[in-house]
């Protein structure tokens, strides 16, 4: 149980072209879910917080017009990447968190490895 | 503020032999505790957590950690190391970001090969 998909799981593009990552709870709903960016060797860096229905919650330094998150219903939220340039490059993860209790862990996607050109 | 300390980069075991990744956390309050492991181009996969309750937890994978208080310390543990083991692993703190929103705070992840 608790699957998290993410898709799509490589994505090469051109330089100015946004991009749309999309994450979906399969088997669960999940009211809360996240958004990571990891670079090479590194941890995850929160980059915001999505609560189904409402606005994201950015962390400090993250361009909200730069990335775009959707939280339209408790299975799916998509992160958009607009007018990607090649400091975009990184390997983005999404997490679920299994309905609303603050001590259930967070299940994750794949990831998608984002190559701008 | 939340803090969590994984002070090895990489950790090299003999197959076979019992494991230990090392975590150390700063918190204000009750610590809820997390371990996750990442395989190459993948996600994270949980392990195992500490809310309350046992000092000693078991996870997936026939992994454990022990919950020490005086020492601040969740360190990961295995009996017996497989190959299969080799992989990143992520320690993990809560943090309460914002009202009742919650985020986890990630050690640096400490990268662990097991050798034939």
């Known amino acids: 149980g608790a699957v998290v998909s993410q898709h799509p799981s490589w994505v090469i593009c051109k330089s100015g072209t946004s991009v749309k990552i999309e994450c979906r709870s399969l088997d669960f709903q999940a009211t809360t879910m996240f958004w990571y960016r990891q670079f090479p060797k590194q941890s995850l860096m929160l980059m915001a917080t999505s609560n189904e229905g409402s606005k994201a919650t950015y962390e400090q330094g993250v361009e909200k017009d730069k990335f775009l998150i959707n939280h339209a219903s408790l299975t799916l939220s998509t992160l958009t990447v607009t007018s990607a340039h090649p400091e975009d490059s990184s390997f983005y993860i999404c997490s679920a968190r299994v309905g609303g209790g603050v001590n259930q862990p967070q299940h994750f996607g794949d990831g998608t490895r984002l190559s701008i050109l | 503020a939340q803090s969590v300390a994984q002070p090895e980069d990489q950790v090299n075991v003999a197959e076979g032999n019992p494991l230990t990744v090392k975590c150390t956390y700063s918190?204000?309050?009750?610590?809820?505790l997390f371990w996750y492991v990442q395989y190459p181009n993948r996600g994270l996969q949980f392990l195992l957590k500490?809310?309350?309750?046992d000092n000693l937890v078991k996870g997936s994978y026939g992994f454990e950690a022990e919950f020490n208080k005086s020492q601040t310390s969740f360190h990961l543990k295995k009996p017996s190391a497989l190959v299969s083991d080799s992989a990143l692993y992520f320690c993990a703190v809560r943090d309460r970001i914002r009202d009742s929103n919650y985020q986890l705070i990630w050690g640096a992840g400490t990268k662990l090969i097991i050798k034939p």
């Open positions: 918190v204000s309050g009750n610590p809820y």
């Open positions: 500490y809310i309350t309750g």
